[in-house]
């Protein structure tokens, strides 16, 4: 199966190297294709190509790029995503970390269901941090991956990647719920980097969570 991943960063490169290492065919979209292709060469199921190009060459495409340029480059790629899932993995930050842009009555994700109305968006791996993720049994127990979205098949093509890269999945819901994933993820940088609990852990729900499909 084929997945683009915008942005070539931290957090695109960790869940593209786990999803090559499972068997995915990875096209990064990069504004530096060459360039960013020799980081990557040698690692099998792995290319890089402009961001246009990327968001052709597959139906599920991750966007891994950060917030403040998002909106921007997601408009610019509307024709290429149509009735594709978009897997948002972005976290509204400020620029200092410090604080979400975003959030209360609505996130990151909502906004990018607006700015394209014919994909169907998926909210998923952002509170997991790119150091960690290639990591999913950290703790000696395996990690969780919260995600949520308007459309129950979209949801299953996310289930999967989840499994995949080593995680389990849980279904948060509706897509306006990633308001508060988003707000999960901020959470974790604040205990994180702001009060110095370590970066070692993730969160995890425990007892008797009836999210259809977990
Ligand atoms: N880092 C984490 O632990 C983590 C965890 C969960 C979620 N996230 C989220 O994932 C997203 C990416 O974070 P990151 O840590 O991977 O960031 P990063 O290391 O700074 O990488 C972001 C990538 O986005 C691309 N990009 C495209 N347009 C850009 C622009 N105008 N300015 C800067 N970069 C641009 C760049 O790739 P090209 O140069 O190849 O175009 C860049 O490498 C963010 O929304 C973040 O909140 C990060």
Redesign the pocket.
């Known amino acids: 199966m084929k997945i683009s991943i ?9 869940v593209g190297r786990q999803l090559a290492g499972c068997g995915y065919q990875v096209i ?5 294709p060459k360039a ?1 292709m020799e980081r990557f060469s040698g690692i099998e199921n792995i290319s ?1 190509k402009n ?1 246009t190009e990327a968001a052709s060459a597959a139906n599920v495409v991750v966007v ?7 909106l921007e ?1 997601l408009k610019s790629l509307e024709n290429q995503l149509k009735e594709k899932v978009i897997v948002d ?5 400020s620029a200092d970390i410090s604080r979400l842009v975003v959030g209360g009555d609505n996130s990151a994700a909502e906004q990018i269901a607006s700015r394209l109305p014919e994909s169907h968006v998926v909210k998923a ?7 960690n ?1 290639p990591k999913p049994d950290l703790t000696g127990e395996q990690a969780q991956v919260f995600y949520c979205s308007d459309n129950e098949a979209a949801k299953e093509v996310v289930r999967k990647l989840i499994t995949s890269a080593g995680y389990e999945h849980k279904n948060c819901g509706a897509l306006s719920n990633a308001r508060y994933v988003e707000a999960i ?1 901020m959470l974790w940088l604040q205990l994180a980097f702001w009060e110095e609990k370590g970066s070692q852990w993730s969160f995890k729900i425990v007892g008797d969570f009836e999210g259809a499909h977990g």
């Open positions: 915008l942005g070539t960063g931290k957090m695109g490169s960790a990064f979209g990069s504004r530096e960013n890089v961001y891994a790029v950060p917030w403040s340029c998002t480059l993995l972005t976290n509204p930050l791996f952002n509170a997991i941090t790119a150091d993720f993820a």
